[in-house]
Every structure is written in C-alpha cells, then in structure tokens.
C-alpha cells in the first residue's frame, strides 16, 4: 500500500451494534473504534485510522505495520454473526408473512361517542 499526501484511500470497515454503542472495525490495519451511531464510529474509525498511520509514518516501520490485516479467527467471528444475523432475519421475516396470512381482529371500546 503506498500513500500519497493528498490522496484518497479506499478500506474496508466492519460496523456492527454491540449493546448500545457502534463498533467499527479496519480490515486492512485492525484499527478499531466506536460511537454512538454508526455513522460516529465510522468518522471516530477514520480518526484512528489516520493516527495509526501517522505513528507509522513517524516511527519509521511504515512497512512492518502496513497493512496489517485483521487476524483470521477475528473475521471468522464476523462472518459468523453475520450469517446467524441474515438467518435470524429471515426467519423473522418467515414468521412475519405466516402472521400476515391469519386473519385478525381488533377490539377496543372507544373512549368518545360520535
């Protein structure tokens, strides 16, 4: 990878919810962050990022720390939340057009006579 000053540089990035706060995650530097919003995390990333990157500039092993991919069993751990995340959403989805399909009622005693 080669940094140009003034250049743009495309990374990939993982953002996934984790209790009440986003996680953003660099594949390329196994550089982390996180907000309140996804978009908070991906700017906080992007923060991170560029001091990651300008420590290794400055510390003179740009090539020992760039690119440093994110450990395999990490990006296991990802894709497997992500495939039960597309499973749970499709059986919700499942569940959905089942519940669609029954006819339903609504009973309610108004609170006002017209």
């Not at 000053?5 to 962050?33: H, M, R």
């Not at 996804?38 to 420590?55: H, R």
């Not at 994110?70 to 057009?97: C, G």
């Amino acid at each position: 990878m080669i940094l140009m000053k003034g250049k743009e540089i495309e990374l990939n990035c993982i953002i996934e919810k984790e209790g009440k706060i986003f996680s953003a995650l660099c594949l390329e530097l196994d550089v982390a962050s996180c907000g309140n919003t996804p978009q908070e995390a991906a700017e906080n990333l992007k923060d991170a990022i560029v001091s990651y990157l300008d420590y290794a500039v400055a510390s003179g092993k740009f090539e020992e720390y760039v690119p440093r991919p994110v450990p395999r069993n990490v990006l296991r751990q990802y894709k497997e939340r992500a495939q039960n995340a597309s499973e749970h959403r499709e059986r919700l989805r499942r569940e959905l057009l089942d519940y669609n399909k029954i006819p339903h009622k609504i009973v309610f005693k108004p609170r006002y006579a017209c």
